[in-house]
């Protein structure tokens, strides 16, 4: 028995292909079967990818992620996320952890009087490494040793078990069951990282790490000290390549054009994953990615990976389709509440009529989508249990200028020859300062947003300033009018108003210069800080939602920022190349979640939602596990809530479906004859 702890960052049911009943038949009966058809292609799938330090061989390449090893945006293709949230209704469905449980079992009732709460994971044993080893229980284990040397005491502590088995016990500050799609995130998802660390190649570092627990959980040796030995350290000097990949697919050979990734074998769910291959292309300049799209050399683009600027989006070739997924946040516009005519809540809720949002987002182009109720719970599924009557009739500030009118006239405000004044008698002007890039897609909703403005009579100019120092100072001083910045936060769970409620209010300077108090019309007055703390930290269910409704109330009259746009995930697919469902399919939400929004892909190739557009001939073997370890019986496992994806559907090419038909129907014969001997022997 091994006890260690474990801090996880926080960000961020199976399935059966809905396939003709003769091909499912033969599924149940003989699960290896390969059915053999007559495609051309041989199921690869090619990804574009801007970076400006192309990997050259894999001779000299390193596969350590904290080295430059391949990561990030391909989390979801090299490795195998413990468990993936799914988004459409904040349940875990399994991955590596097929089978997890919380302790005690009465922990939600007793959370309050609790110190800490156990979680036990229980592995699936056919995931492997793509050298052929068994994902264990270890392995999460190293995974979050590693994590925790990027992170602060105090830890959890672990036991592991056996070798697919492990219980980690958290400070109950680290978990809540008013917060569940969060916690199960953080313990069952591992913080959304995926298992990235193989203990038998990382035991060197891991076991320095174990001997120096106590004193790291004590502040008294610091987590940097490990950094380093991280970051220096080259598994593959230790190991095969293969060896540190458990995803679908495995680093194989890399050249300065493109990076090869062969399938895994030992991937849990390989014989669901329906690509052999994956090339992702290596471009230095978007103005290179682009040409191969339109050449239609690349299948897949996803912002995780590369973004192609708005204007580039609308000229694709029309086999090209685009995805774009709303996230809970974007950008908008926040007031300096200390200047003399912007601290007045009706001329921001003015400025709230003028600007027409639909337009706004059009203008930035494809990566970008209206937000309908600003300070609203955005409508994604995900929010269903935060839009309660509370907050479904809040003020939508749809454009109307006469209202605009008549709110700068109830505070003093005059027009004269479309120009208007301001009660002291002076030109009413504003000028915002972008902080965000001068991007073509944000200049243009910038200058639409200064047009509208300008047209009802109030001129607008607007400059741009990314030297985070002179923003500083520029907050400081109080000198301007309006800030261009993001607003909203990530999902999982419940709304996250940290922008609005404590960064831009606050860190390092209060950019709105607001006290965080909002004066209601009924003259009482919430305190956003305590609500905000509420929101994150719930005593209850119903205390979480009613804190969100009553921020979102307050933040949609008060105004202190005005959300504009979404910023959209977009994914890009070749329609030739790949089947997908529509753009209104619960499954690209899948993108608001994992490392660069790639447990998309990965939920895609193991559920059947990225599919080539023909069936091919696909062998797949999993090795068979051989477990040293009797498997002890620690507790009994109850119940686990996972979540079941609609099926999805595999397009078969139509000239295949004759010999498809043929084949199956000899299998099925064949089976049937071995079926009825077999039935005959037991006689």
Same mark, same amino acid.
């Given at each position: 028995?091994?006890?260690?702890?474990?801090?996880?960052?926080?960000?961020?049911?199976?399935?059966?292909?809905?396939?003709?009943?003769?091909?499912?038949?033969?599924?149940?009966?003989?699960?290896?079967?390969?059915?053999?058809?007559?495609?051309?292609?041989?199921?690869?799938?090619?990804?574009?990818?801007?970076?400006?330090?192309?990997?050259?061989?894999?001779?000299?390449?390193?596969?350590?992620?904290?080295?430059?090893?391949?990561?990030?945006?391909?989390?979801?293709?090299?490795?195998?996320?413990?468990?993936?949230?799914?988004?459409?209704?904040?349940?875990?469905?399994?991955?590596?952890?097929?089978?997890?449980?919380?302790?005690?079992?009465?922990?939600?009732?007793?959370?309050?009087?609790?110190?800490?709460?156990?979680?036990?994971?229980?592995?699936?044993?056919?995931?492997?490494?793509?050298?052929?080893?068994?994902?264990?229980?270890?392995?999460?284990?190293?995974?979050?040793?590693?994590?925790?040397?990027?992170?602060?005491?105090?830890?959890?502590?672990?036991?592991?078990?056996?070798?697919?088995?492990?219980?980690?016990?958290?400070?109950?500050?680290?978990?809540?069951?008013?917060?569940?799609?969060?916690?199960l995130l953080d313990t069952v998802g591992l913080g959304e990282v995926a298992v990235i660390t193989n203990y038998q190649v990382w035991k060197p570092i891991i076991t320095q790490i174990e001997g120096n627990w106590t004193l790291l959980q004590e502040g008294k040796v610091k987590t940097t000290v490990f950094r380093?030995?991280?970051?220096?350290?080259?598994?593959?000097?230790?190991?095969?390549?293969?060896?540190?990949?458990?995803?679908?697919?495995?680093?194989?050979?890399?050249?300065?054009?493109?990076?090869?990734?062969?399938?895994?074998?030992?991937?849990?769910?390989?014989?669901?994953?329906?690509?052999?291959?994956?090339?992702?292309?290596?471009?230095?300049?978007?103005?290179?990615?682009?040409?191969?799209?339109?050449?239609?050399?690349?299948?897949?683009?996803?912002?995780?990976?590369?973004?192609?600027?708005?204007?580039?989006?609308?000229?694709?070739?029309?086999?090209?389709?685009?995805?774009?997924?709303?996230?809970?946040?974007?950008?908008?516009?926040?007031?300096?509440?200390?200047?003399?005519?912007?601290?007045?809540?009706?001329?921001?809720?003015?400025?709230?009529?003028?600007?027409?949002?639909?337009?706004?987002?059009?203008?930035?182009?494809?990566?970008?989508?209206?937000?309908?109720?600003?300070?609203?719970?955005?409508?994604?599924?995900?929010?269903?249990?935060f839009r309660t009557p509370a907050v479904s009739n809040l003020n939508p500030y749809n454009v109307n200028l006469t209202k605009a009118a008549e709110l700068l006239e109830s505070v003093g405000f005059t027009e004269k020859n479309g120009q208007w004044y301001t009660p002291a008698g002076t030109p009413f002007t504003?000028?915002?300062?972008?902080?965000?890039?001068?991007?073509?897609?944000?200049?243009?909703?910038?200058?639409?947003?200064?047009?509208?403005?300008?047209?009802?009579?109030?001129?607008?100019?607007?400059?741009?300033?990314?030297?985070?120092?002179?923003?500083?100072?520029?907050?400081?001083?109080?000198?301007?009018?309006?800030?261009?910045?993001?607003?909203?936060?990530?999902?999982?769970?419940?709304?996250?108003?940290?922008?609005?409620?404590?960064?831009?209010?606050?860190?390092?300077?209060?950019?709105?210069?607001?006290?965080?108090?909002?004066?209601?019309?009924?003259?009482?007055?919430y305190n956003m800080s305590k609500l905000y703390i509420e929101s994150t930290a719930p005593n209850s269910t119903s205390q979480l939602i009613a804190a969100n409704d009553e921020i979102a109330y307050a933040l949609n009259y008060y105004l202190p920022v005005l959300p504009l746009v979404y910023t959209d995930y977009?994914?890009?697919?070749?329609?030739?190349?790949?089947?997908?469902?529509?753009?209104?399919?619960?499954?690209?939400?899948?993108?608001?979640?994992?490392?660069?929004?790639?447990?998309?892909?990965?939920?895609?190739?193991?559920?059947?939602?990225?599919?080539?557009? =023909?069936? +091919? *001939? #696909?062998?797949?073997?999993? @090795?068979?596990?051989?477990?040293?370890? &009797?498997?002890? /019986?620690?507790?009994? $496992? =109850?119940? +686990? *809530? #996972?979540?079941?994806?609609? @099926?999805?559907?595999?397009?078969?090419? &139509?000239?295949? /479906?004759?010999?498809? $038909?043929?084949?199956?129907?000899?299998?099925?014969?064949?089976?049937?004859?071995?079926?009825?001997?077999?039935?005959?022997?037991?006689?």
């Amino acid at each position: 028995m091994i006890i260690y702890s474990y801090f996880v960052i926080g960000m961020k049911a199976k399935i059966l292909y809905s396939i003709p009943l003769f091909i499912l038949l033969l599924g149940l009966i003989l699960p290896s079967v390969t059915i053999i058809t007559n495609s051309q292609t041989s199921n690869v799938l090619t990804i574009g990818w801007v970076t400006s330090s192309p990997y050259t061989s894999l001779s000299s390449y390193n596969p350590n992620i904290f080295s430059g090893g391949l990561g990030g945006a391909f989390y979801g293709l090299v490795y195998a996320y413990s468990a993936i949230l799914n988004v459409s209704n904040n349940q875990m469905l399994p991955g590596i952890v097929e089978n997890w449980t919380f302790s005690p079992s009465n922990w939600v009732q007793e959370f309050n009087s609790l110190s800490s709460v156990n979680v036990t994971l229980y592995l699936n044993p056919n995931a492997h490494w793509a050298n052929g080893q068994p994902v264990t229980a270890y392995d999460i284990l190293a995974t979050c040793l590693i994590l925790d040397m990027y992170s602060a005491p105090p830890f959890p502590n672990y036991t592991v078990i056996n070798n697919y088995t492990i219980t980690i016990s958290y400070p109950k500050d680290y978990v809540s069951p008013y917060l569940m799609p969060f916690t199960l995130l953080d313990t069952v998802g591992l913080g959304e990282v995926a298992v990235i660390t193989n203990y038998q190649v990382w035991k060197p570092i891991i076991t320095q790490i174990e001997g120096n627990w106590t004193l790291l959980q004590e502040g008294k040796v610091k987590t940097t000290v490990f950094r380093s030995m991280i970051r220096s350290f080259n598994p593959a000097l230790v190991a095969s390549i293969s060896a540190d990949y458990n995803g679908p697919f495995y680093v194989s050979q890399i050249t300065p054009s493109e990076i090869v990734l062969s399938k895994n074998p030992g991937f849990y769910a390989a014989n669901m994953v329906p690509w052999n291959k994956v090339i992702i292309y290596q471009y230095t300049s978007s103005q290179d990615l682009l040409a191969g799209v339109k050449t239609g050399e690349i299948d897949l683009l996803y912002t995780g990976a590369t973004s192609l600027p708005s204007l580039a989006l609308s000229s694709l070739p029309s086999y090209y389709k685009v995805i774009s997924i709303p996230q809970p946040g974007g950008y908008g516009l926040y007031f300096n509440l200390q200047n003399p005519w912007l601290k007045y809540v009706q001329v921001r809720q003015a400025i709230a009529y003028i600007i027409n949002r639909t337009a706004v987002a059009l203008v930035g182009g494809a990566k970008y989508s209206p937000v309908h109720v600003p300070n609203g719970i955005p409508n994604f599924s995900y929010f269903n249990e935060f839009r309660t009557p509370a907050v479904s009739n809040l003020n939508p500030y749809n454009v109307n200028l006469t209202k605009a009118a008549e709110l700068l006239e109830s505070v003093g405000f005059t027009e004269k020859n479309g120009q208007w004044y301001t009660p002291a008698g002076t030109p009413f002007t504003l000028n915002i300062t972008d902080t965000i890039s001068s991007s073509p897609g944000v200049t243009s909703m910038l200058t639409l947003i200064a047009d509208e403005l300008t047209s009802f009579g109030i001129p607008t100019t607007y400059s741009v300033s990314t030297i985070a120092s002179i923003n500083h100072q520029l907050y400081k001083s109080g000198d301007y009018g309006l800030v261009f910045q993001a607003w909203g936060g990530y999902y999982p769970g419940t709304v996250d108003w940290y922008l609005q409620l404590q960064y831009l209010s606050g860190i390092p300077y209060n950019v709105t210069h607001w006290d965080l108090l909002v004066p209601l019309p009924n003259g009482s007055v919430y305190n956003m800080s305590k609500l905000y703390i509420e929101s994150t930290a719930p005593n209850s269910t119903s205390q979480l939602i009613a804190a969100n409704d009553e921020i979102a109330y307050a933040l949609n009259y008060y105004l202190p920022v005005l959300p504009l746009v979404y910023t959209d995930y977009v994914i890009v697919y070749n329609s030739n190349v790949i089947s997908a469902p529509p753009s209104s399919s619960w499954f690209w939400e899948e993108a608001l979640y994992g490392i660069g929004g790639t447990a998309l892909l990965q939920a895609g190739f193991q559920y059947g939602y990225l599919v080539p557009t =023909t069936v +091919t *001939t #696909t062998t797949t073997s999993i @090795p068979t596990v051989t477990s040293t370890t &009797t498997v002890p /019986v620690t507790s009994t $496992v =109850t119940s +686990t *809530t #996972t979540s079941v994806i609609p @099926p999805s559907t595999v397009t078969v090419s &139509t000239t295949n /479906v004759g010999l498809i $038909v043929g084949v199956a129907v000899v299998v099925i014969i064949v089976v049937i004859i071995v079926a009825v001997l077999l039935l005959r022997r037991r006689r």
